[in-house]
């Protein structure tokens, strides 16, 4: 009778089968997913747990039955590095296998084995927990900014400091514009004042021409007048 003998045999001697099942191992920590058939999987299960639950452990007695088993000493180093974080939350299930059909040419049963890591797990809880903390924080927050508004008083400095500088700005606006017409209206008067300027200065000779003009038709005649006398006074 075979009671306590669980180990499959595989058709292979003990020391291939133990042989094979090192490099398997190896290979699964190395690559962190391999294909193989449906019973090395199922068998390659066991060998991992054991070696994750050594690297988990950490100690010097650990590290050296892990190099026992695993030939690669930067994969036992991976290993034990990362077992805390990776496996740290989960007491089992390291591996996972998936079924992915036949083999073509002997039709053997593949499977594909692959680490599960707890912060796959992990992930997901915190999201939805991360999810309804924003919205209850949310929603407090928009709680109580409207009490904190409803308690304070209403601010009216900002707004009376704003109309006191517009009213300032129009009040500059407008004694500039002032200063501007009050300008414009000056360099007018200064520009009608000089053309009647300049006609009064032209009156005054038309006029003086005019005078002279006269005093000499006068002059003129004086001097006619007598000539014409002297005949008469001769008879």
Request: aromatic residues 4%.
């Amino acid at each position: 009778m075979r009671h306590r003998k669980a180990v499959l045999k595989l058709n292979r001697t003990s020391s291939h089968r133990k042989a094979m099942f090192r490099n398997m191992v190896t290979s699964l920590f190395k690559y962190e997913k391999i294909q193989t058939t449906g019973a090395k999987a199922k068998e390659l299960r066991r060998w991992a747990d054991h070696l994750i639950t050594l690297a988990k452990r950490g100690d010097l007695h650990a590290r050296r039955q892990a190099l026992a088993i695993v030939p690669e000493k930067d994969v036992v180093h991976k290993l034990f590095e990362q077992a805390a974080e990776r496996f740290g939350a989960v007491s089992g299930g390291y591996t996972r296998v998936v079924k992915l059909g036949r083999r073509p040419g002997d039709a053997a049963p593949v499977s594909l084995v692959e680490l599960v890591y707890s912060q796959d797990t992990k992930k997901k809880k915190t999201k939805k927990k991360k999810a309804k903390a924003g919205a209850t924080s949310k929603k407090a927050a928009a709680v109580s900014k409207s009490a904190a508004d409803e308690k304070k008083p209403k601010s009216v400095k900002p707004k009376a400091a704003e109309d006191d500088k517009k009213e300032d700005a129009a009040v500059k606006a407008e004694k500039a514009s002032e200063k501007k017409t009050k300008a414009d209206s000056k360099k007018k008067a200064a520009v009608k004042e000089k053309p009647a300027e300049a006609k009064k200065e032209d009156t005054p000779k038309k006029e003086t021409k005019g005078a002279a003009k006269k005093e000499d038709a006068a002059d003129t005649k004086k001097k006619k007048a007598p000539a014409k006398k002297a005949p008469k006074d001769e008879k």
